[in-house]
C-alpha cells in the first residue's frame, strides 16, 4: 500500500522533467564522466535499513554511468562519521548522498564539502543550516498521523498507548512527538502512559516494555519509531503473553517475521528504493547544475539552483498480507 | 658479574616506538602506489585531525596506565563536559567561563574517584565503570536524551575546533602542544617518574619515599581533567553537545596507549608510543577507506593489531623475566 503516492510522483516527475529538459539541451551532461563518483554515507552502516536505499542509488548510479560507493562508520559515533566523510572528500568525488547523525556538527564539514567544489544533499535525517541542496524523506508527520488513525481504529479512542523513543534523532523524534500531539489533539481520552528512551537498542526495549506492562496491564498499544527497539518490544509482549498493538517505523527482517507472524500488527516503512534514487539524482543534480537555467538569481547570488529542500520518497504500509514483498534477504538474491 | 652496556642506537632499535614508526613508515609506502590521495596535504590532515582531540584523552590514560590504574569513563565524562559547557552557554554564561566550569567540573569527578581509589581502596576498573554510568545518566538528564544545538557559539571560541593556523588545523596544534609536553614531562621530570615507579612497583616505590596513593589519587584527576578539555573542543568543533557522545571510547583509548606499548600492569609506556600508536590506527583506518574495503574490516583490523599488540608486550615480559 503507498501513501504520499501523489507528492512522491510530482518529486520524481521533477526529476525526471530536470533530467529531459537537460537532455534536450545538452545530452551529453545527462551522464557521468569515466570515473564519476558518488559515494553514499551512513552511519551504523551494518542496519539493513541501508541496503534498499542503496540500492536505489546504485541503480540510478548505474544508469546514467555513474561509479556508487558505499561508505561511512559502523558505528553510532558522530565524530566518526565525520571523519569518515572527511575522509570520502579526500578522494574528490562528485558527490555525497549524506544521512547526517546529527544536525549542527555537520554544518561545517558540508559547507566545506560544497565550497570545495563536491556536491553535498541528505536523506532520511538532515543538517537544514547547512548549504546542503536537497533533502529526502518520508514524511514523518504523516506517518505518525497514520500511525494514530490506526492505532485509534484497532483499541478504540479510550485506550492506554506507549511510545519508545531515540532521542536526538531528527526524524525519530518527530514520529514520536507528532503522534503524540495528534492523540492529544483528536483523541483526548486516549491515554499515554510509558515513554521510554531505548535508542534502538533492542535489550533496552525489551526491558522498557516488559515493565511497562507490569506498571500498566491495560496498555494496548505501542508506537515504535524505528526498527531496533521493536525487535525488543515484540519480545517483551509475547513473554508477557498480553495481546498488545505495535506499530512501529522502518523494517528490519526480525521484525518482518514478526509481522508475518501477526506478532507487530505493521509497519511504516519509508519507501527506500525510491530515497535512495531520488538522493542520487538529487547529488547527481547538485554536481550538474549547469544542465537547466532557471528563471532566479541564481547566476548574481552564486547559489546552486538545482535546489529541493525537501522531497518526499513516500512510505509502504507493511502488514501480514504483503510481507513477503520486503523480504529483504529475497531481494537481495542476485544483487550485490 | 657481567654489565651490560646498551648505546642509545640499540636502546632505539629495541623501543616500542621505533617498531611503531617502521610498521606505520611502511603503510605509508605502500599506501602512496596504492591510492593517489593518500599522500595528499588533504588526507594527511584529515587523517590528523581525526585522532588529535582524542589524543588528549590517550594522555590522560597513558599516565593513569603507566601508574597502574585504568580509567573506562573517559567517553562518558568527555560527553559530560559537553553538556555542562553547553548547557552553561544557553543558560547564557560567557562559553569560555562555561568552559572552564566544565573542566573543573571534570577534574572533580576525577579527584572523587582518586579518592574512592586511595581512601576507600576500590580498583581503579570498578570505579571508572561507575563513574562512566553515572555521568553517561548525568548528561541524558541534562539535555533530557537530545543533543544541545550551539551553532550561536562565537567564532572566536568556535576557531579552538574548527579554525586554522596558516593551513594547519587548530585543533592539531594543540594536539602537538599537548604531546611535546606532556612527552617531556613523563621523560624529563622527578614528579612524573613517580607515575613509573608507582606502576611498576608499588610497594618499592612507597618504600624509596614516593607518596603513590598521592601519585594514583592525581594521575587519576589529570586523566578526567584533560577529558574535560577535549569535551570543551569537542563541543567548539561540532557546535553541538551530545549526551551520547563518546560511547566506546574507552577501548579506542586505551587500544591507541596499549598498541603504543603502555602495559595493562603499569610501569611502562610513553606519551610518544600512544601517539603512534592513534595514529597507526588512523592510518589503516584512512588506508582502508581509500582502498575501498569494507568499513567491517576496519574493527576486525584494528583489534586484531591490538592483540597482536598485547601479545608482543606479554611476550617481551616474560622473556625480561
Known amino acids: 500500500m503507498e501513501f504520499n503516492k501523489r507528492r512522491s510522483l510530482i518529486a520524481l516527475a521533477i526529476a525526471g522533467l530536470v533530467g529531459l529538459s537537460g537532455a534536450a539541451s545538452a545530452q551529453s551532461k545527462l551522464a557521468c564522466k569515466p570515473g564519476e563518483t558518488y559515494v553514499m554515507n551512513v552511519m551504523v552502516s551494518a542496519h539493513p535499513y541501508w541496503v534498499p536505499v542503496f540500492q536505489g542509488f546504485k541503480q540510478a548510479a548505474e544508469a546514467l554511468g555513474c561509479k556508487a560507493v558505499f561508505s561511512g562508520t559502523p558505528d553510532y559515533d558522530i565524530a566518526k562519521q565525520i571523519a569518515s566523510f572527511e ?250 | 658479574m657481567s654489565i651490560q652496556v646498551t648505546s642509545p642506537v640499540s636502546r632505539a632499535f629495541k623501543a616500542r616506538e621505533t617498531g611503531l614508526i617502521v610498521i606505520i613508515a611502511t603503510i605509508f609506502v605502500v599506501m602512496s602506489f596504492a591510492s593517489e590521495y593518500f599522500m595528499t596535504a588533504e588526507n594527511l590532515l584529515s587523517m590528523v585531525k581525526s585522532f588529535s582531540v582524542e589524543a588528549i584523552v590517550v594522555i590522560g590514560m597513558t599516565i593513569l596506565l603507566i601508574s597502574g590504574g585504568i580509567d573506562l569513563s573517559v567517553g562518558s565524562v568527555t560527553a559530560l563536559a559537553m553538556v555542562i559547557a553547553g548547557s552553561l552557554f544557553l543558560a547564557g554564561l560567557d562559553p569560555w567561563l562555561s568552559s572552564l566550569i566544565a573542566i573543573m567540573a571534570c577534574s572533580g ?123 570543551v573542543i569537542y563541543m567548539a568543533r561540532f557546535g553541538s553537545a551530545q549526551p551520547t557522545f563518546g560511547i566506546g571510547m574507552e577501548l579506542n583509548v586505551i587500544a591507541a596507549a596499549v598498541i603504543g606499548g603502555a602495559s595493562l600492569s603499569g610501569g611502562s609506556g610513553t606519551i610518544l608510543g600512544a601517539i603512534l600508536g592513534s595514529l597507526l590506527l588512523a592510518v589503516v583506518s584512512s588506508s582502508l577507506t581509500l582502498l575501498n574495503v569494507s568499513v567491517y574490516w576496519q574493527d576486525i583490523i584494528r583489534g586484531s593489531i591490538l592483540l597482536t599488540a598485547v601479545t608482543f608486550d606479554h611476550l617481551l615480559m616474560k622473556r625480561r623475566g
Not at chain 1, 531520488?278 to 538545482?306: C, E, W
Not at chain 2, 581503579?124 to 551553532?151: D, E, N
Request: positive net charge.
Open chain 2, 109 to 231: 569527578i576525577g579527584a572523587v574517584m582518586g579518592l574512592m581509589v586511595t581512601g576507600i581502596g576500590l580498583h581503579h576498573f570498578i570505579v571508572s565503570l561507575g563513574v562512566m554510568v553515572i555521568a553517561r545518566g548525568l548528561c541524558m538528564l541534562g539535555t533530557g536524551g537530545r543533543p544541545l544545538g550551539l551553532f550561536t557559539l562565537p567564532l572566536e571560541f568556535k576557531w579552538i575546533g574548527t579554525g586554522s593556523i596558516g593551513p594547519i588545523p587548530v585543533v592539531i596544534v594543540i594536539f602537538v602542544v599537548f604531546v611535546l609536553v606532556f612527552d617531556f614531562l613523563l621523560r624529563q621530570t622527578t614528579a612524573f617518574r613517580k607515575v613509573v615507579y608507582t606502576g611498576s612497583n608499588q610497594k618499592a616505590a612507597a618504600y624509596s619515599g614516593v607518596r603513590t596513593q598521592k601519585v594514583i589519587f592525581l594521575t587519576t584527576m589529570l586523566t578526567s581533567t584533560l577529558c574535560g578539555i577535549a569535551g
Open chain 1, 87 to 336: 575522509q570520502d572528500l579526500v578522494k574528490k568525488p562528485a558527490g555525497v548522498l549524506l544521512h547526517p547523525m546529527q544536525a549542527d556538527p555537520f554544518i561545517n564539514p558540508i559547507n566545506a564539502a560544497i565550497d570545495s567544489g563536491i556536491a553535498v544533499t541528505t536523506f532520511a535525517a538532515d543538517s537544514p543550516k547547512s548549504k546542503r541542496t536537497a533533502y529526502v524523506t518520508s514524511d514523518n508527520l504523516a506517518e505518525a498521523k497514520f500511525a494514530a488513525e490506526e492505532i485509534v481504529k484497532k483499541v478504540g479512542d479510550s485506550s492506554q498507548y506507549a511510545v519508545l523513543e531515540n532521542p536526538g534523532q531528527s526524524n525519530h523524534d518527530l514520529r514520536v512527538t507528532a503522534l503524540i500531539a495528534y492523540m492529544d489533539k483528536n483523541y483526548p481520552k486516549m491515554k499515554l502512559v510509558g515513554r521510554q528512551a531505548t535508542n534502538q537498542d533492542s535489550n533496552a526495549a525489551y526491558q522498557a516494555v516488559t515493565t511497562m506492562l507490569q506498571a500498566n496491564p491495560k496498555l494496548a498499544a505501542l508506537w515504535i519509531p524505528e526498527a531496533g527497539s521493536a525487535e525488543g518490544a515484540v519480545a517483551a509482549v509475547k513473554e508477557a503473553g498480553k495481546k498488545i498493538i505495535i506499530i512501529h517505523a522502518d523494517v528490519t527482517p526480525a521484525t518482518l517475521s514478526e509481522i508475518k507472524a501477526g506478532n507487530i500488527h505493521m509497519a511504516l516503512n519509508p519507501n527506500q528504493g525510491v530515497q535512495g534514487f531520488l538522493g542520487f539524482m538529487n547529488t547527481f543534480l547538485a554536481a550538474h547544475q549547469d544542465l537547466i537555467d532557471p528563471f532566479n538569481d541564481y547566476k548574481v547570488s552564486r547559489f546552486n539552483p538545482m535546489q529541493f529542500p525537501s522531497m518526499d520518497n513516500g512510505f509502504a504500509v507493511i502488514t501480514k498480507d504483503n510481507a513477503d514483498s520486503f523480504d529483504l534477504a529475497k531481494y537481495m538474491k542476485g544483487r550485490s
